[in-house]
């Protein structure tokens, strides 16, 4: 036979070296992902900061374009004006559509002079439609490298800016690497450096990086955003990095940082987990073999002393342990049968006792038969305020009832039910209300019914809170998004008065144009009353079921938040199939459909996905109108997901929501409306991208 002591060490020795050995390779393999991680979510997040910045500056540079378009009245002191406060800005022209500089101005402005000819340039040529960015080219200003931009005016005049770049190049600089080396690169769409700041001499000398290692194994191989391993394309060294192509101009954006000091600082901390595993394997040795001998010999010692008492000698003496456990096993056997003997006699008379089982519960219960009450327990007499049985045994059981709820309590009381809701009365008159389930069962002979009733009366008092609290948060919001629609027109109305009174000042003011701004005042005011008045109807509070089409409710959802939409970039896409109609309230509806596009609107705001989409479909589906309101947010988590209903549950910071929302929109969609809401994880395709997301399913039966 085997012996437990080796079987027992080998399996110890052998799962401490396996285990540990598991573990620190699991671990060293985890820190590896982490590091990578790390790396490439700090890395895309300065590339998305440096887009960001370039995006900014880039319609910075267009709203100029456009505000020379539409103010050129006094356009020599505007050229002047722009040039001299924006740093970025070289030179601005003005070309006629053959080519011709009508009129300029710039830092330098040595070598040109209007009349001279720009239409051999590619910013004069690649204007066709409206506007160009053009690649990086040496100026003929200053012969200094400069990418401009190409604005065509209704005129069809054209407007070139050129920019050296300097605050966009300032930026850049700032994001270093640990050897002191600049994280950015910047290339036009040709492959030639704009920006890098570590060899500035690669920009004026206009090196192409075309047909170098950075655009075969980074950016013509790997999607955007993609970490990957690459050669230098100036210094010859390899490097970690990743890419993105800024929309409007085609440059492109490169992130690296060396990937020998990398790999360094990551082989430095795995040798360390390494020797560290191995100190604990050493250490968990030593201390599991000084418990092993210690444990074994105190179970020797127990083998031996329940062997003799096995054999009948009952009066042994068992010295004491270390472990008190071993030293009590013996002593406490008997001890404990005679518990049980006791606890088993004991048990046995409350079976028989059925007033004990009355008593033992939470639950009021009532014993009737379909009308007179023979028994309560206990918390009966407390619920109804009666301070003895005989106050309710023998009394009528439809008189605890209220009169509002006794055609539901008289048909109830001749079947089994399961738990519902009933309104029942104290002796004093007040009124409670109950949860209800009943049950027929024969007692010494006699068929009877146990009714039992838990007072839920603070539970449906709190539900009510929970509805005003809902109506409140709901107002706060609804207060927000009036504000952003208040925003733009009032920027208006403020740009028109302001316009009317410089144009007067300066003497420049005539009918027709006080014409235009009083017309766009009157119609931004006019704008301004219609959000008051579609705010207010959905305040209004639903007195009665009504005929309701679904895709007005859902249009008026989207009508209030669309402000919030626009200031989050979010794209709401809608597909409805005409004429679906329920019944219901539209305004607590438009409520529940407003918290759950709020809930897509506030997870996109938190996701890096550049594009940002909310799809909300209506169909019908055998004789249910289904309403699907889905997002590309990234999902819910799994562990989460069965509780996103429960009151007050939000994973939110209690500074951006109460965690009500979605459960008073169950609450309305269930309980008021008596709909279905299912929600669920999933994964769609969408203009040829795949997108993982969370889907809200409404039911309700059709007219």
């Given at each position: 036979m085997k012996s437990i002591k080796s079987t027992i060490s080998s399996f110890l020795i052998f799962s401490i070296?396996?285990?540990?050995?598991?573990?620190?390779?699991?671990?060293?393999?985890?820190?590896?992902?982490?590091?990578?991680?790390?790396?490439?979510?700090?890395?895309?997040?300065?590339?998305?900061?440096?887009?960001?910045?370039?995006?900014?500056?880039?319609?910075?540079?267009?709203?100029?374009?456009?505000?020379?378009?539409?103010?050129?009245?006094?356009?020599?002191?505007?050229?002047?004006?722009?040039?001299?406060?924006?740093?970025?800005?070289?030179?601005?022209?003005?070309?006629?559509?053959?080519?011709?500089?009508?009129?300029?101005?710039?830092?330098?402005?040595?070598?040109?002079?209007?009349?001279?000819?720009?239409?051999?340039?590619?910013?004069?040529?690649?204007?066709?439609?409206?506007?160009?960015?053009?690649?990086?080219?040496?100026?003929?200003?200053?012969?200094?490298?400069?990418?401009?931009?190409?604005?065509?005016?209704?005129?069809?005049?054209?407007?070139?800016?050129?920019?050296?770049?300097?605050?966009?190049?300032?930026?850049?600089?700032?994001?270093?690497?640990?050897?002191?080396?600049?994280?950015?690169?910047?290339?036009?769409?040709?492959?030639?450096?704009?920006?890098?700041?570590?060899?500035?001499?690669?920009?004026?000398?206009?090196?192409?990086?075309?047909?170098?290692?950075?655009?075969?194994?980074?950016?013509?191989?790997?999607?955007?955003?993609?970490?990957?391993?690459?050669?230098?394309?100036?210094?010859?060294?390899?490097?970690?990095?990743?890419?993105?192509?800024?929309?409007?101009?085609?440059?492109?954006?490169?992130?690296?940082?060396?990937?020998?000091?990398?790999?360094?600082?990551?082989?430095?901390?795995?040798?360390?987990?390494?020797?560290?595993?191995?100190?604990?394997?050493?250490?968990?040795?030593?201390?599991?073999?000084?418990?092993?001998?210690?444990v074994f010999y105190e179970i020797d010692y127990l083998q031996e002393t329940t062997k003799n008492i096995s054999n009948g000698e009952y009066n042994q003496n068992i010295k004491k342990s270390e472990y008190k456990e071993f030293s009590s096993l013996i002593k406490s056997f008997e001890k404990m049968k005679k518990e049980i003997i006791n606890r088993e006699d004991n048990l046995k008379k409350s079976r028989d006792s059925f007033e004990f089982l009355l008593n033992s519960t939470m639950e009021a219960i009532i014993i009737h038969d379909t009308k007179v009450c023979i028994d309560v327990n206990e918390v009966t007499l407390k619920l109804l305020g009666a301070t003895n049985k005989e106050q309710l045994i023998g009394k009528d059981i439809f008189e605890i009832i209220s009169p509002n709820f006794m055609n539901l309590a008289k048909t109830n009381i001749l079947i089994n039910t399961e738990p519902y809701e009933l309104e029942i009365l104290k002796l004093n008159g007040e009124k409670l209300t109950t949860l209800v389930q009943g049950k027929f069962i024969e007692l010494n002979g006699v068929k009877v019914k146990i009714s039992s009733f838990i007072d839920i009366t603070e539970l449906k008092n709190k539900d009510k809170l929970l509805s005003q609290q809902s109506k409140m948060i709901s107002m706060g919001e609804m207060i927000g998004n009036i504000a952003h629609q208040w925003r733009q027109p009032l920027s208006s109305i403020s740009t028109a008065a302001s316009g009317v009174k410089i144009e007067k000042e300066f003497g420049l003011l005539d009918d027709e144009t006080l014409d235009v701004a009083l017309d766009m005042i009157i119609k931004n005011?006019?704008?301004?009353?219609?959000?008051?008045?579609?705010?207010?109807?959905?305040?209004?509070?639903?007195?009665?079921?009504?005929?309701?089409?679904?895709?007005?409710?859902?249009?008026k959802a989207i009508k209030l938040l669309d402000s919030s939409f626009k200031n989050h970039y979010i794209c709401v896409q809608t597909e409805y199939e005409d004429d679906l109609f329920i019944k219901g309230y539209a305004n607590e509806l438009t409520q529940a459909f407003i918290n759950i596009i709020n809930n897509a609107k506030d997870a996109l705001k938190t996701n890096e996905e550049e594009n940002r989409f909310i799809f909300i479909k209506t169909y019908l589906k055998k004789d249910d109108v289904v309403i699907s309101i889905k997002d590309n947010a990234g999902g819910i988590p799994k562990d989460i997901l069965p509780k996103i209903f429960d009151p007050y549950f939000t994973t939110k910071h209690q500074s951006q929501g109460t965690g009500i929302g979605l459960y008073m929109t169950h609450q309305i969609i269930v309980d008021h409306m008596k709909g279905i809401i299912e929600v669920e994880n999933v994964t769609f395709e969408y203009k040829e991208n795949t997108y993982n997301g969370c889907e809200f399913k409404i039911y309700f039966s059709s007219l």
């Open positions: 070296i396996i285990v540990s050995l598991l573990i620190g390779i699991l671990s060293m393999l985890n820190f590896y992902d982490m590091k990578i991680n790390s790396v490439e979510h700090s890395l895309k997040q300065v590339l998305m900061q440096v887009s960001f910045e370039i995006k900014n500056q880039i319609k910075n540079i267009e709203n100029t374009a456009l505000y020379i378009s539409n103010n050129q009245s006094n356009e020599d002191e505007l050229l002047k004006t722009l040039v001299e406060t924006n740093i970025e800005i070289s030179s601005i022209l003005i070309l006629d559509y053959k080519g011709y500089l009508k009129n300029f101005y710039s830092k330098n402005n040595d070598n040109i002079y209007k009349g001279f000819d720009y239409s051999n340039k590619e910013f004069f040529k690649n204007v066709k439609d409206k506007d160009y960015w053009s690649n990086i080219y040496l100026s003929s200003i200053n012969n200094l490298p400069v990418v401009s931009y190409s604005y065509k005016t209704n005129e069809n005049n054209i407007i070139v800016i050129m920019l050296e770049l300097e605050k966009l190049s300032e930026f850049i600089t700032k994001f270093k690497n640990s050897d002191d080396s600049h994280m950015i690169r910047m290339l036009d769409k040709n492959g030639v450096f704009i920006i890098n700041s570590d060899k500035p001499s690669v920009v004026t000398q206009r090196f192409n990086v075309k047909n170098s290692s950075v655009f075969k194994q980074l950016i013509e191989n790997k999607p955007q955003y993609t970490l990957t391993q690459f050669d230098g394309a100036v210094k010859k060294q390899k490097n970690i990095g990743m890419y993105t192509i800024v929309e409007k101009t085609g440059w492109i954006l490169i992130i690296r940082e060396s990937y020998e000091i990398f790999i360094n600082t990551l082989e430095k901390i795995l040798i360390s987990i390494f020797f560290l595993v191995i100190l604990f394997i050493l250490f968990a040795l030593y201390f599991i073999f000084k418990i092993f001998n210690k005011t006019k704008y301004l009353s219609k959000t008051i008045d579609d705010f207010r109807n959905f305040f209004k509070v639903d007195k009665e079921i009504e005929d309701i089409k679904i895709q007005d409710v859902v249009d």
